[in-house]
């Protein structure tokens, strides 16, 4: 039995959703809902389906089963898509010789706007505003490839935050930033999800920092293994038996 | 120096040089706009396999005794698109689904001339582009199809941009992807068949590689790079319009050979103002 009833405030909702590679099933009958203001930390081992999820969730690709709907419509419905805001894994930007300025790439985090020709100036704004939010106003001029990968790293975040999106879905966003950088960003989604009620799915591998930052755990291998608070989780036999005996203390030990 | 502004005027007073150069710059223009995008998106020899369809396509006009550019513009455009859908459906890759429609273009083309006969002349004068030669009637339908090319990338110029940095991140912001990349093929395609006759099938793909690669030497942005290619490709087609004839030397091969010394240009001054830049900055 399954309830196919969608709530008005579920950001993100699926249902049933199974989606197969040539016949090979990577997610199976995925059921889960986000309401606003949501922060899931979603966690895995390596091809547990965590990348095609994010896939699915971004209308990137098609379930083969069930229905999935954002902001309560499915993705040919949705119109406005500087809603959602998308940082991929790092491993998309190959061509370091790619001759484009910081500026024109963060400008493209706003290409969906339709309306896009009348408001040049505003965008211009908008990517200046996220720039000095993310401290690499200084950076604006620069050309892509000849930054560190901690500074492409930056300009990709300021990319999928500059259309001020409700959702913000994060691919493993912490890589090739410095400790101190990674702090300020994790302290930076932490503001937009508290003070703005951004919804954020975010894809780790860090268990501990989902424990810090997120409100809830979605731990997915093939299914749903665990959605829920990740006190709960911590609670759970779950851990034990995902992590170890002793990972209850290592993990849960720094969530207070 | 008088004598030199009235050899120029005089020069600019022949109706066949104003034609060429007109329809030649409008030509360039499109060419080293499209040039940026595709070899960014590592398209590069796209060109050069629509350009032997082109041939074919002029093989098949002479063989039908229809004009060969009715005959090439519907064929490339097709043949582009069949590009597209080879690399997309059949699990290909993009520079073998080119390979594939480029070789049946130039073995149909050399089977249709034999067949034919009698046309190998009028053919041979299509490898090596014959500007100078260009009606009335073509440099109005140049001017009207760059127009149509110029337009679109305008109008798309910012999808364009994210489809070329990375087509995920596009199609994941609402950008239909499909479309874009249909009306590029096209676009190529058409641009494709205008170029042939400015230096010819066999050269093609230079006017759409050289002002690029030149751009991509010195550019400061993605804008600037569309700036420095068109500039440095309108100018040597018109410069090599110019000395070709003043100088009666082959034009398309004049324009080709002044774009490749731009490149060699840009190379240089690149790697020369580079060497001091420690990588990391």
Redesign the interface.
């Known amino acids: 039995m399954r309830i196919d009833v969608i709530s008005i405030s579920d950001i993100v909702s699926v249902s049933g959703v199974s989606y197969a590679y040539n016949a090979v099933e990577v997610l199976s009958d995925i059921s889960f809902s986000m309401q606003q203001g949501d922060y899931v930390g979603l966690v895995g081992p390596n091809g547990s389906g965590k990348s095609t999820l994010i896939r699915l969730l971004l209308g990137l690709l098609a379930p083969s089963k069930g229905t999935l709907s954002i902001f309560g419509s499915p993705h040919r419905e949705l119109r406005n898509w500087n809603r959602i805001g998308y940082l991929p894994q790092k491993i998309h930007f190959l061509n370091p010789h790619f001759p484009s300025t910081v500026a024109e790439i963060v400008s493209l985090g706003l290409v969906a706007n339709s309306d896009r020709k009348s408001r040049a100036s505003e965008n211009r704004q908008a990517v200046d505003r996220t720039l000095e939010l993310l401290g690499i106003e200084d950076l604006k001029k620069k050309l892509i490839g000849s930054l560190s990968g901690g500074q492409q790293q930056r300009v990709f975040i300021a990319r999928a935050l500059v259309s001020s999106p409700e959702l913000l879905i994060l691919d493993e966003p912490a890589t090739a930033l410095d400790p101190g950088t990674r702090e300020n960003f994790f302290g930076l989604l932490h503001d937009l999800n508290h003070q703005q009620r951004v919804s954020i799915i975010l894809v780790t591998h860090d268990l501990g920092s989902v424990g810090v930052f997120a409100s809830k755990l979605l731990y997915l291998d093939k299914k749903i293994v665990f959605y829920g608070n990740f006190d709960e989780f911590c609670k759970s036999d779950h851990m034990a038996s995902v992590f170890g005996p002793s990972s209850q203390h290592i993990i849960c030990h720094k969530h207070d | 120096m008088s004598m030199n502004s009235i050899g120029i005027a005089e020069f600019l007073s022949y109706g066949f040089i104003q034609r060429a150069l007109i329809a030649g710059s409008f030509i360039a223009l499109i060419c080293s706009l499209l040039g940026v995008i595709l070899v960014?998106r590592r398209l590069s020899l796209i060109g050069d396999g629509l350009s032997h369809v082109t041939f074919g396509g002029v093989a098949l006009g002479l063989f039908l005794n229809v004009y060969p550019l009715y005959v090439s513009l519907p064929l490339v455009v097709f043949s582009s698109l069949g590009i597209l859908r080879l690399a997309d459906k059949a699990r290909m890759y993009g520079d073998a689904a080119i390979g594939i429609v480029s070789s049946i273009g130039i073995a149909a083309g050399v089977m249709l001339a034999s067949i034919g006969g009698g046309f190998n002349i009028d053919l041979f004068s299509y490898l090596f582009g014959n500007i100078l030669s260009i009606s009335e009637y073509e440099v109005a339908s140049s001017i009207m199809l760059s127009l149509l090319v110029l337009a679109t990338i305008v109008f798309y110029f910012?999808?364009i941009?994210?489809i070329t940095?990375?087509e995920?991140?596009?199609?994941?912001?609402?950008?239909n992807t499909g479309r874009i990349n249909t009306l590029l093929v096209m676009l190529t395609g058409i641009t494709v068949v205008l170029t042939m006759k400015v230096v010819g099938i066999m050269l093609t793909s230079a006017l759409l590689i050289l002002p690029a690669s030149t751009?991509?030497q010195l550019?400061?942005?993605?804008?600037?790079?569309m700036v420095i290619a068109a500039i440095t490709s309108v100018f040597s087609v018109i410069a090599g319009i110019t000395l070709s004839f003043m100088m009666d030397l082959p034009t398309g091969a004049s324009i080709v050979l002044l774009n490749a010394a731009f490149f060699l240009a840009a190379f240089t001054y690149a790697q020369r103002s580079r060497k001091p830049a420690s990588p990391?900055?």
């Not at chain 2, 550019?219 to 790079?225: P, S």
Request: aromatic share 16%.
């Open positions: 960014l910012n999808e941009l994210s940095f990375d995920e991140f596009a199609r994941a912001s609402g950008i751009a991509f550019a400061r942005g993605f804008r600037n790079a990391v900055r």
